[in-house]
């Protein structure tokens, strides 16, 4: 199944493009907020080639794709007719954690994959320094570590970008806030050596010497680089802001007096009030996580290393990582992150043992990528592919993953960078000033034990082939063969004459042409309907005796957006051989000069040995039209 066909089947059974209010993406999966949860066929969904799991949690219908969930995403962008930055209609709330996590997960999540980036360069820079591979006066170390802290420092302007497209702000203003709490000329007030005229708050936790006023009212300077809560709840506030002041403001002068008299408020007061109390906010976040770390590190490593594979499958874990970015800006490193960051490795070594164990080919073949990907520190495809489904293998990755939680707590090991995930991720428990250290060899250690345990636990007690029986096949079983008469009446063609190269090309499978000689599309066997375009042009259906078809009329006549075709029938509708499901207007179709060749094609026929078309020219409704074997 191609990524396009992917997309489309999705939607469909999403209750279409109407019934979509946002959607995003992680490193796995699609991210989708509902308008109508009961128009979505969670079944349908699930059974998709090319679909691991759907998770429904945070407010979110979450579809696990995999690795390659971003080339699904684009397609699916481009049947919604949207970009990546549209902006969203507001969410009803479904509590206020679903919101904070929703909210959450949209403003991080299109910067992971820089962040990953960056991150991996800083801890690679690390390693250099660590072993004398570079020194600070080098140029090289210089250009890497500009590489890798660019993003981190800047992260207002990252963050009011995407923060932006959360709120509904345009958002190169968002960005301008964001810059306005970096520029130099702020940045330069605190670290100056001139004296505070006064300070404020004297010998309390928030004492704060005030170098400059606004307009009479002193201004708390702050370094602002690397911030998260500032500028998120400054955005928050600019879009409030440029909503009211949009429709006060005559339409003649909006496209600049608007941006203008936004930044003219917001800007201010972000310095006034929203940054410092947003940053005091941070830091009290930052020492109340320490704090709980440090009352007893190691059974916090326990319950959050043998609980995180459960808050990354409900999406929870967003409520974390904004903390652990917070520690590591306010207190150079975390330790929250690191207590569950084995959960990969204990996957790993839970899914090899599988591999080495089983006897099912297909297990093996879907087993070894997994692994793979769970080294690489993506866990998904062995979660919902391999442990899940068989319980005992999920609860030994628990177990293992928790095991080492211990160990990394009982050693302090600490995240110092946020960077790449997996075998990439080691280098960020360096620490950048004392290089290698007690605390590192901790963490390998603790990584080298979850994998060890999974994959021990998977060889003896958590997995055995009685899970996945195989069944032999005898050769002297005999073919059955299933017919499939012909849905429309027209001429037949070979399918690799079709002037589309998805289909001639056998994308979506095997199959035969028609040139339509009448304008109606039937049934061709007892069956439902799986996925009806919007546009009418096609519909996909799934027999009762397992065969799945698709019909499209027309090349590219998705264009006429529905004109000229009529359908009887609706998506999940049961029907018989023989019933009318499509009707097109074949005169105007060509006159708007469209091509009539009509695939029809059985979408899951890699599951069966052949697809046979007829050999005749011409094919009727009581025709067969292909043998399937």
Known sequence: MTYQHLAKEILAAIGGKDNIIECKHCMTRLRININDEAKIDKKAVEKLEGVIAVVQSGGQFQIVIGNHVSEVYQ???????????????????????????????????PILGVLAATGMIKGLTATFLAFN???LDSGTYKILQATGDSLMYFFPIFLGYTASKKFKLPPFLGMIIGAALVHPVMTGIASSSAEPLYVLFKGT?????????????PVITMDYGA?????VIAIYFASKVYKKIYHIIPSIVRSFLVPLVTLLIVVPLTFLVIGPVATWMGDLLG????????LNPVIAGIIIGGTWQLLVMLGLHWGIIPISINNILTMGFDPILALGSATSFATAGVVLGVVIKTKNKNLKSLGISAFISSLLGVSEPSIYGITLPRKKPFYATLFASAIAGMIIGLFGSKLFNMGGLGIFGIPNYINPELGVE????????????????????????????????????KSDLKLKEKSILAPIEGKVIKLSEIEDNIFSGELLGKGVGIIPLTNKVYASANG??????????????????????LIHIGIDTVNLNGNYFTSFVEQGDIVKQGTLLIEFDRERILASGYSLQTPIIITNSAEFKSVIPTTKDKVDRDTELLKIM
């Open 133 to 135: 591979w570079l020194t």
């Open 227 to 231: 911030s998260i809560i500032p500028i």
């Open 287 to 294: 020492w109340l996580t320490l704090t709980l770390y440090q």
């Open 75 to 109: 397609e699916l962008l481009k049947l919604l007719e949207r970009n990546e930055s549209t902006e969203t209609i507001k969410i009803e709330s479904n509590g206020i954690f679903n919101r904070f996590i929703d909210i959450i997960s949209s403003i991080f999540t």
């Open 438 to 473: 007690k605390a590192f060899y901790g963490y390998l250690m603790a990584i080298s034990v979850a994998f060890i345990i999974g994959l021990l636990l998977s060889l003896t007690i958590a997995y055995s082939n009685s899970m996945d029986p195989v069944i032999e096949e």
């Open 205 to 217: 936790l928030i004492e704060s010497p005030v170098y400059i006023t606004f307009l009479g009212i």
């Open 528 to 549: 439902v309907v799986t996925t009806l375009l919007p546009t009418k042009h096609g519909i996909g259906l799934t027999f009762d005796n397992g065969i799945e078809m």
